[in-house]
């Protein structure tokens, strides 16, 4: 005779049948797809955080219904770890078994996950629920509660949340108030306080050219609501002018980070005048991009390399006022610009790190040092801090033997701290960080963007008959197989100045990814259409390969 519990979540399963024409798979963004599809998996996703929870003991475990940066037809959920994080890769496993099984293989599929993970079916769980503004967001929630108690777990819904806010609130509860308050109102309470005193510390004298005012591109999505109520605990700091704030529009659309670094122009509701600092959040507000309209009105973006560089150098020189000695590193894909990896090195003088692309792999990259800053060129990053840090930035904080200057250096590291949210990237984090060190620098944007100039660069993309052919090495700047094709890549990156390629296979379609740059816009597009066609020469393309630029 079956569990109580086995009958109760099989049942539940059985009003939400898996259509057999569907596939799921969990990756770095969860399960994503169209939202219509996505009923069943929610169900199952229930299911999953409940085991994940009684696996970690009864510790709090989130799941966050959003499609980020996707079409607002799509949604798409994803589970937090208890400290915030991304969910374990065996777990991504289950995930994907779970989401697939047929309902006469759900029972073995559970009963396989609790096996291997020896799992108590007695153990209480919890289970944090937000979602994004999309309309599918409510009905979904409300399969994934359904999967929950139908395994007796426990469950706050917040409702309507960004992922960042998400991440934290679980790490919050789990460490039982030290990290800051499990709620909205402590999220902002503990980021505008760090905010206000670093502002206080840094002066301000007004001689240089910074402005406090901001015109924001909310996307239509949750982090123009969050920028509102954020607003109220700045009390005047900012001057922040929310369009595309959901009133009109659909999510996402001709809007959001995505949307403005891949046309290279601003959203066309938004009416930028030249010079206006401008900034881009993503549907779920863990992306952040700046940018804004130079000279003769030409666009100019600042992405997640410019933003990890300006944290990264400013890191760097309170480091070196306080004294301290701290490993400190700069995460980067093989997406990030030349130029970007030159001024962090030869200028800054902070250590680079590559590794494969994919926000998780950057994650446990920046681990490895005591201070790890990591962004991606889309716009999502943070900065880790290991434990040993604060009590080192403490103990020179209170160190009577020591000068002002580094006692001062080092409370503005401790609040920086504070300022950062550790467990994901955070765009309204991140945008509070940013406009800090450029209080303190006095720099307007365009002053900021000088700081180096990106090399022109493409990205393309070529179809295959199976990605799979691509195989690659060195945090995937170089290529193994096919055989040939990295000597051909390298012999044509040696016919142009400054310039570099490289290509991967894309994580969810049958397409190889092309990325070019050189020292000038023609010479990139002409490197990028040429290894595309070695791709398709070497790789089986599919249709006609990439041709030149006219």
Request: charged share 25%.
């Given at each position: 005779?079956a569990s109580?519990w086995l009958?109760?979540?099989?049942?539940?399963?059985?009003?939400?049948?898996?259509?057999?024409?569907?596939s799921?798979?969990?990756?770095?963004?969860?399960f994503?797809?169209k939202?219509d599809?996505l009923?069943p998996?929610?169900?199952?996703?229930g299911?999953?955080a409940?085991l994940?929870s009684k696996a970690v003991?009864?510790?709090?475990i989130?799941?966050?219904?959003?499609a980020?940066?996707?079409?607002e037809?799509d949604?798409?959920?994803?589970v937090?770890?208890?400290?915030?994080?991304m969910l374990?890769?065996?777990?991504e496993?289950?995930?994907?078994s779970?989401a697939?099984?047929?309902e006469?293989?759900?029972?073995?599929?559970?009963?396989?996950i609790?096996s291997?993970?020896?799992?108590?079916m007695e153990?209480?769980?919890?289970?944090?629920?937000?979602r994004?503004t999309r309309?599918?967001?409510v009905?979904?929630?409300?399969?994934?509660?359904?999967?929950?108690q139908?395994l007796?777990?426990q469950?706050?819904n917040?409702?309507?949340l960004?992922?960042?806010?998400?991440?934290?609130?679980v790490?919050?509860?789990?460490?039982?108030?030290?990290?800051?308050?499990?709620t909205?109102t402590?999220?902002?309470e503990k980021?505008t306080n760090a905010?206000?005193?670093?502002?206080?510390?840094n002066?301000g004298?007004?001689?240089?050219?910074?402005?406090?005012?901001?015109?924001?591109?909310?996307?239509n999505?949750?982090?123009?609501l969050?920028?509102?109520?954020?607003?109220?605990?700045?009390?005047g700091?900012?001057?922040?002018i929310?369009n595309?704030d959901g009133?009109?529009?659909?999510?996402n659309e001709?809007c959001?980070a995505?949307y403005v670094?891949?046309?290279q122009?601003p959203?066309?509701e938004?009416?930028v005048?030249?010079?206006?600092?401008?900034?881009s959040f993503?549907g779920?507000a863990?992306?952040?991009?700046?940018f804004?309209?130079?000279?003769g009105?030409?666009?100019k973006?600042?992405?997640?390399?410019?933003?990890?560089?300006?944290?990264?150098?400013?890191i760097q020189?309170?480091?070196?006022e306080?004294?301290i000695?701290?490993?400190?590193?700069?995460i980067q894909?093989?997406?990030?610009n030349?130029s970007?990896?030159?001024y962090?090195?030869?200028?800054?003088?902070?250590?680079i790190?590559?590794?494969?692309?994919g926000?998780?792999?950057?994650?446990?990259?920046?681990?490895?040092f005591e201070v790890g800053?990591?962004?991606?060129a889309?716009?999502?990053?943070t900065v880790?801090?290991?434990?040993s840090?604060?009590?080192?930035?403490?103990?020179?904080c209170?160190?009577?033997?020591?000068s002002?200057?580094?006692?001062e250096a080092?409370?503005?590291l401790r609040?920086l701290?504070?300022?950062?949210?550790?467990t994901?990237?955070?765009?309204?984090?991140?945008?509070?960080?940013?406009e800090t060190?450029l209080?303190q620098?006095q720099?307007n944007?365009?002053?900021?963007?000088?700081s180096y100039?990106?090399?022109?660069n493409r990205q393309l993309k070529v179809k295959v008959?199976d990605?799979?052919v691509i195989?690659?090495t060195?945090?995937?700047?170089?290529?193994t197989s096919?055989?040939?094709?990295?000597s051909?890549?390298d012999?044509?990156?040696?016919?142009?100045n400054?310039a570099?390629s490289?290509?991967?296979?894309?994580?969810?379609?049958?397409v190889v990814?092309v990325?070019?740059?050189?020292?000038t816009?023609i010479?990139a597009?002409?490197l990028a259409?040429k290894?595309g066609?070695?791709?398709?020469?070497l790789?089986q393309?599919v249709g006609?390969?990439?041709s030149?630029p006219?």
């Open positions: 005779m109580s009958t109760s979540a099989l049942s539940g399963a059985s009003r939400h049948p898996k259509r057999p024409e569907h799921y798979s969990y990756g770095t963004a969860g994503r797809t939202a599809i009923e998996v929610l169900y199952r996703v299911l999953l409940v994940r003991k009864g510790s709090t989130g799941v966050m219904i959003t980020s940066h996707n079409p037809a949604n798409g959920v994803k937090v770890e208890p400290m915030g994080d374990l890769a065996q777990w496993t289950y995930a994907t779970l697939n099984a047929r006469d293989d759900l029972e073995s599929v559970l009963q396989d609790i291997k993970e020896n799992i108590d153990q209480s769980a919890n289970v944090f629920v937000a994004d309309p599918s967001s009905s979904l929630a409300e399969v994934l509660i359904e999967g929950i139908s007796s777990g469950y706050v917040y409702g309507l960004s992922t960042p806010q998400l991440h934290y609130m790490r919050c509860h789990n460490t039982q108030g030290s990290y800051g308050k499990s909205e402590g999220y902002y980021l905010f206000t005193k670093l502002r206080q510390k002066g004298n007004g001689k240089g050219s910074y402005s406090n005012q901001i015109l924001l591109d909310g996307a999505g949750v982090g123009a969050k920028v509102e109520q954020l607003k109220e605990h700045l009390k700091q900012l001057d922040i929310v595309n009133s009109k529009g659909k999510l001709e959001g995505d670094k891949i046309q122009r959203p066309p938004m009416d005048k030249p010079e206006t600092k401008c900034v993503d779920d863990d992306r952040i991009v700046y804004y309209m130079g000279k009105g030409k666009f973006l600042l992405d997640g390399d410019k933003i990890a560089t300006l944290i990264a150098g400013y020189e309170l480091l070196t306080a004294g000695q701290l490993t400190l590193g700069l894909t093989a997406y990030a030349g970007s990896t030159h962090a090195t030869k200028m800054l003088n902070v250590p790190a590559c590794t494969r692309t926000v998780k792999h950057l994650h446990h990259k920046a681990q490895e800053v990591y962004f991606e889309n716009g999502h990053g880790l801090f290991s434990p840090v604060i009590p080192k930035l403490d103990d020179v209170q160190d009577k033997s020591l002002a200057g580094k006692k080092a409370t503005k609040l701290v504070d300022l950062i949210n550790e994901v990237g955070d765009a309204i984090s991140d945008l509070l960080v940013v060190i209080y620098k720099w944007i365009e002053e900021w963007n000088s100039t990106d090399l022109p008959k990605r799979a195989q690659t060195d945090a995937e700047r170089k290529t096919p055989a040939g094709l990295q051909a890549i012999e044509l990156v040696a016919q142009y400054k570099r490289f290509v991967r296979p894309s994580g969810t379609e049958d990814r990325y070019a740059e050189a020292d816009q010479a597009d002409e259409a290894v066609v070695k791709v398709h020469e790789a393309g006609d390969p990439p030149l006219s």
